[in-house]
Every structure is written in structure tokens, then in C-alpha cells.
């Protein structure tokens, strides 16, 4: 019953800005988050938000560029990334949580969207 499905990415140029959107279903999750990973790479840690949206949560690389934010009305969980790099480029995961935090590891989540590709060009 518990579904998350990714959408907004795509191809931009280096310094560019995307919006992914990540729709639950099926229920209510306390904590969401974004990882990503590139072909040959470990699933990496991006952003996560609590259930009020006051607790956030960056890994280092991305502080400053990216702002992870949820709608719960609509069940969804954005994350806009702005100044985007090459090293940006990477299959991005929606992540969700039914435990009361907001970890920073892949063991931490239980559910999984599918992904969606984002291409950054130099």
C-alpha cells in the first residue's frame, strides 16, 4: 500500500536549478529524505525533514545549495536544488521513515521511491 514515486528530474547546465517532488501514499511517514547515487557509487545521504518541516538535516556537499521542504496536506516532500554541479548528476531517492527521527543512512528509512535521473553538464 505504501508507495513513493520521484519526479522533476531532468538535464540542466551547471549552475542550474531543479525541483524534485516526491509523492507518499498509503500513509504518513514522520521523517522523508533524498539520497542519491551515481552508476558504480554508494547511495549517499542527501537531506531529510521531519514531520513539521523545523528539523532539517544536509550532508556537507550539498549545505547552502539545496532546501529539502514537505507539504503534508499533499503528502509530498520537495527538495530544490540550486547551483547545481557535475558531480551532482545521480539517480535521486525519496526515502521514508516510520520512526521518529531523521537519520542519515540508508538503514534508517524503510520505504523507497524508484528514483529519478538528475544530469548536471558542465
Known amino acids: 500500500q505504501v508507495q513513493l514515486v520521484e519526479s522533476g528530474g531532468g538535464l540542466v547546465q551547471a549552475g542550474g536549478s531543479l525541483r524534485l517532488s516526491c509523492a507518499a501514499s498509503?500513509?504518513?511517514?514522520?521523517?522523508m529524505g533524498w539520497f542519491r547515487q551515481a552508476p558504480e557509487k554508494e547511495r549517499e545521504f542527501v537531506a531529510a525533514?521531519?514531520?513539521?518541516?523545523?528539523?532539517?538535516s544536509y550532508a556537507d556537499f550539498v549545505k547552502g545549495r539545496f532546501t529539502i521542504s514537505r507539504d503534508n496536506a499533499k503528502n509530498t516532500v520537495y527538495l530544490q536544488m540550486n547551483s547545481l554541479k557535475p558531480e551532482d548528476t545521480a539517480v535521486y531517492y525519496c526515502?521514508?521513515?516510520?520512526?521518529?527521527?531523521?537519520?542519515?543512512?540508508?538503514?534508517?528509512?524503510?520505504?523507497w521511491g524508484q528514483g529519478t535521473q538528475v544530469t548536471v553538464s558542465s
Open positions: 525533514v521531519t514531520w513539521r518541516g523545523s528539523s532539517t
Open positions: 498509503g500513509r504518513t511517514f514522520y521523517g
Open positions: 526515502a521514508a521513515d516510520s520512526k521518529y527521527t531523521i537519520p542519515t543512512t540508508t538503514r534508517g528509512y524503510d520505504y
